[in-house]
């Protein structure tokens, strides 16, 4: 199974930018689509952004604008450029990966607290 290790969350305040990265490593194939996903206090889990092996982008409405997801296949790396963030970008950050084989996997997940 694929092991996930996210990075770069932190405190900022409101309008600021934070770079979220995760790194991936344990599978025996190639990654397929990654995705963030974020839960805020009291919410479920949501699908934020995900992005294909081939770099093709896609983001829940809330964040169009204002992230962007890249990745780095030779370094089996995704980011997640957070800019003016918001107040309700608060929440913990978890990198999710599906390998073109073998059971998706979760990182354990990264803080980002937004303060006003």
């Known amino acids: 199974q694929v092991q996930l290790v996210e990075s770069g969350g932190g405190l900022v305040q409101a309008g600021g930018s934070l770079r979220l990265s995760c790194a991936a490593s344990?599978?025996?194939?190639?990654?397929?689509?990654m995705d963030w996903y974020r839960q805020a206090p009291g919410k479920q889990r949501e699908w934020t952004a995900s992005i294909t092996r081939a770099g093709i982008v896609n983001y829940v409405d809330s964040v169009k604008g204002r992230f962007t997801i890249s990745r780095d296949n030779a370094k089996n790396t995704m980011y997640l450029q957070m800019n003016a963030l918001k107040l309700e970008d608060t929440g913990v950050y978890y990198c999710?990966?599906?390998?073109?084989?073998?059971?998706?996997?979760w990182g354990q997940g990264t803080q980002v607290t937004v303060s006003s």
């Open positions: 344990g599978s025996r194939f190639s990654i397929n689509a």
């Open positions: 999710h990966a599906i390998p073109f084989s073998g059971m998706p996997g």
